[in-house]
């Protein structure tokens, strides 16, 4: 089921960000969208990987997270300048003000939601994701969901991310055409 929590008055912004936590979908959810609508797919944490020509692992051990943060507000600025895409953004890009209110102002948002157990179902076992190694994953996103819930939940369209995604991605298309 997909809530509509504020009245979109602007369907005709041509950028559309997804967010959510990690192992949201947001991905694929995003690549499939953009496939259909036929525009461009960018995935904020890919980009910063071939800015920095590293993964995004390597950034948080050799720079550490704030570093990695100013270089996701770098990249996000400047892919929310790219008409006719869809963004997938990093699940902690939301906890940047500035790109908070570019959102807001230059894009449809969709948040992506999943619940908590199904999030830590799919993580548990994860090695490629620097905020959850080494650490009680359960916890970790318990947290992070305490952190940013609202932030999600300021997003224009929050949707349920189905076990298929295809039913994800025509739930989208039908918000956005009706």
């Known amino acids: 089921m997909a809530l509509i929590i504020k009245k979109l008055n602007n369907y005709d912004k041509n950028i559309i960000v997804i967010t959510g936590h990690m192992g949201s979908g947001k991905s694929l959810i995003g690549k499939k969208l953009a496939k259909y609508l036929n525009w461009q797919h960018f995935d904020s944490d890919k980009e910063i990987e071939k800015s920095e020509e590293k993964k995004i692992s390597e950034i948080f051990k050799d720079n550490g997270e704030k570093y990695f943060r100013k270089q996701e507000e770098i990249i996000i600025k400047s892919l929310l300048k790219k008409k006719y895409s ?26 992506l939601k999943v619940d908590i157990d199904v999030l830590i179902k799919r993580l548990k076992k994860t090695k490629n994701r620097p905020l959850l190694l080494n650490t009680d994953v359960r916890k970790k996103i318990i947290k992070l969901d305490k952190d940013r819930h609202n932030f999600y939940n300021s997003s224009d369209i929050i949707i349920e991310n189905k076990k298929y995604y295809r039913d994800t991605v025509k739930e989208i298309i039908k918000i956005l055409t009706n």
Do not use: A, M, P, Q
């Open 86 to 111: 869809v963004i997938s953004l990093g699940g902690g890009s939301i906890t940047i003000k500035d790109i908070r209110k570019l959102i807001r102002n230059k894009s449809i948002s969709i948040f």
